[in-house]
């Protein structure tokens, strides 16, 4: 087992000094290769496959790694999820890089923030961690459409995930990008990236026998200079082998074992072998349970695919939230959307906290680390606020007075398309259609996710998935007919990906004539949608409010704002508020029943709490120190 000190960045003054020698000496045509660090002189050869095992240098290494996304969890919190990480004795970080967060617009990219992808790489070295990159472009991970940007879907015949040339371009685009970030931060360039994976599951997938060979490329051809590996589940795992590149496997059952000894074997010969993503655990979705695994099992597992001669990433070490809207989807017999936690019953909680699995695994790497592991830092202790008490309300149709003009258009518009954020359409939240009927009738058309219709401001049903036709009543005179659209997240994983545009598609018939003259409101709920709505523009709470509509209150924080969890208690479906910062989505069917909300996120005093209510709101908004996630099932 080799130990992974990892030694420190030089500084950026160090940086700026060798950067003037150098310059000097290309000016001057002298040899600068004289220049590279006597440290990065050893730094040549990289994680490399040697027979059955991986060698970092001249050392047999073992990847015990595990999987934190850093858009998952506030970055406030990064350096206590990576100490807990290192503390349980692990040396590899995996993260996952999300190209629709990253470039929203349609070449402007977005890189600050909770989106410091660097910063999160190197905070990772500086606690002694290795990096494995996964860089997409398509990255699964129940994020909306896989991690690809919504705007892709304005090319009518975009075929995502192939080497049609409207995917290409923008895939260029971006690695052009992001590798120009992470290429420094690679192991030989004396940063922390020992591997990147080439896509991902794409044997699953599997559309473009030339694909996988252009991603292969696109990685190489920008700098990409270490260890690449592509790695699939049973399913896709005969097709997703790329010549030169190391097959590695997803699983969870030891049953699927036989897979790292039998079937990698057979594709490739004698190589390292490495379980890319033994899953802890499982991601829930609205409707269904709060899957569990037992952390027995866990550690019985762990222990036999490195027994199996494996190495192994723990996917998720720290699942985090889902925040905003960011949630992805199942669509295979049924529309499943995936719930705002994304705690997975890992080996971390969604707040970071330790688990059974976290002692067992400890006990477990400690036990091949040769030196005592660094203690685990201290518990983030959890509060209950005072529960908080709307006051103002503002009901949607009000609401609409602030939003500016509406988009009019001849025939409905779907959000992707739509004429907003510079021509790149909406990617997330809610949209509106209205209309003028002047008749009664059967509603008919197509509206996904799920479309609420008002006639005027009372609600007469929905369209959705399982329901194209309603039946508007009787009506006199002229009347607004309006349908409240939620893009609720699109599909992450499965064939119908080039299909995941949402409002309403296409026509919207009325006794099966097509309705024209649409007014069309985009309700993304970002920052600035808020910033419209100052205080004098809300009402106080009537006693019989109309739905959909905002409350608005206050959470009230002493000294030192700590993590709590919101319970939505009485409240149906919608979307939480704090601060202008969007918690997620809330829905009574469960099994989720409380938001992760971040001490980070409050300050001292009075917080700002909005609520985005579509059926029913509750008297008030409770706040508790633990999660509940709703009626555990064992993950089968
Ligand atoms: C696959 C994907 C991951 C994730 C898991 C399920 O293995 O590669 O991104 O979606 O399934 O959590």
Redo the contacts with the bound molecule.
């Keep these: 087992m080799t130990t992974w000190s990892l030694r420190r960045r030089p500084s950026r003054t160090l940086g700026l000094l060798l950067l003037v020698i150098l310059s000097f000496l290309v000016l001057r045509r002298l040899d600068w290769s004289t220049l590279i660090p006597p440290w990065l002189r050893h730094r040549q050869l990289g994680l490399q496959a040697k027979g059955q095992n991986f060698m970092l240098e001249d050392s047999t290494f073992w990847i015990f790694g595990g999987s934190i996304h850093y858009f998952r969890v506030p970055k406030e919190y990064w350096r206590d999820r990576l100490l807990k990480m290192r503390a349980c004795g692990l040396n590899t970080l995996t993260t996952?890089v999300p190209w629709n967060l990253h470039e929203p617009e349609r070449g402007k990219f977005n890189f600050s923030g909770n989106l410091d992808l660097e910063a999160f790489i190197l905070m990772a070295a500086e606690i002694g961690l290795w990096v494995i990159l996964r860089p997409g472009p398509y990255?699964?991970?129940?994020i909306d459409l896989?991690g690809l940007p919504s705007w892709l879907l304005q090319d009518p015949s975009m075929k995502l995930r192939t080497t049609y040339k409207g995917f290409t371009e923008a895939v260029d685009l971006y690695f052009d990008h992001l590798m120009s970030r992470v290429v420094p931060l690679q192991y030989k360039h004396g940063g922390p990236i020992i591997a990147v994976q080439v896509e991902?599951?794409y044997g699953s997938y599997n559309k473009d026998p030339a694909y996988m060979p252009y991603i292969k490329k696109a990685l190489e051809n920008r700098g990409i200079i270490e260890l690449l590996f592509t790695?699939d589940?049973k399913d896709g795992l005969m097709k997703g082998v790329v010549q030169g590149v190391l097959a590695t496997i997803?699983l969870q059952s030891q049953n699927e074992l036989q897979l790292l000894t039998t079937f990698l074997l057979s594709v490739q010969g004698i190589q390292p072998k490495m379980v890319t993503?033994y899953?802890t655990g499982?991601?829930d979705s609205w409707g269904g349970p709060h899957n569990i695994l037992d952390s027995s099992e866990v550690l019985e597992t762990v222990s036999a695919i490195i027994d199996a001669g494996s190495s192994i990433n723990l996917?998720?070490f720290h699942g985090g939230t889902n925040f905003g809207f960011i949630n992805g989807a199942m669509h295979f017999h049924e529309y499943k959307s995936d719930v705002t936690s994304y705690d997975?019953d890992a080996v971390l909680t969604e707040a970071g906290d330790y688990t059974a699995k976290y002692s067992k695994l400890r006990d477990f790497f400690g036990s091949f680390s040769g030196a005592p592991l660094p203690p685990p830092p201290e518990l983030l202790p959890k509060m209950s606020y005072e529960p908080v008490m709307p006051s103002f309300y503002l009901s949607l149709w009000d609401a609409l007075k602030y939003m500016g003009e509406p988009i009019k258009s001849e025939n409905p518009i779907n959000m992707e398309n739509l004429p907003v954020n510079d021509g790149n359409g909406q990617a997330f939240g809610y949209i509106l259609y209205e209309t003028t009927i002047t008749t009664s009738g059967i509603l008919s058309g197509v509206a996904y996710d799920r479309g609420q219709v008002f006639v005027n401001t009372v609600s007469v049903g929905f369209l959705d998935y399982k329901t194209t036709k309603i039946t508007i009543p009787l009506i006199q005179g002229y009347t607004v007919l309006r349908i409240l659209v939620e893009n609720r997240g699109r599909v992450?994983?499965g064939n119908n990906i080039d299909d995941q545009r949402k409002g309403l598609i296409g026509n919207l018939y009325l006794n099966n004539s097509p309705l024209k003259n649409f007014r069309i409101y985009s309700l993304d709920m970002k920052k600035n949608f808020f910033q419209r709505l100052d205080i004098n523009k809300w009402d106080t709470l009537p006693q019989t409010p109309t739905y959909p509509a905002f409350f608005l209150g206050g959470l009230s924080v002493g000294l030192s704002p700590l993590d709590t969890f919101l319970k939505m208690e009485g409240w149906e479906k919608g979307v939480v508020f704090i601060n202008g910062q969007n918690l997620g989505r809330y829905w009574n069917i469960g099994p989720q029943e409380t938001l992760y909300l971040p001490g980070v996120w409050l300050k001292k005093g009075i917080n700002q709490v909005i609520i985005f209510e579509e059926m029913t709101a509750g008297p008030v908004v409770q706040s508790t120190d633990t999660p509940h996630l709703g009626r555990n099932q064992y993950v089968h």
């Design positions: 996952y990255i699964c991970s129940e896989g991902n599951e790695s589940n997803n993503e899953w499982w991601f996917y998720m997975y992450n994983y």
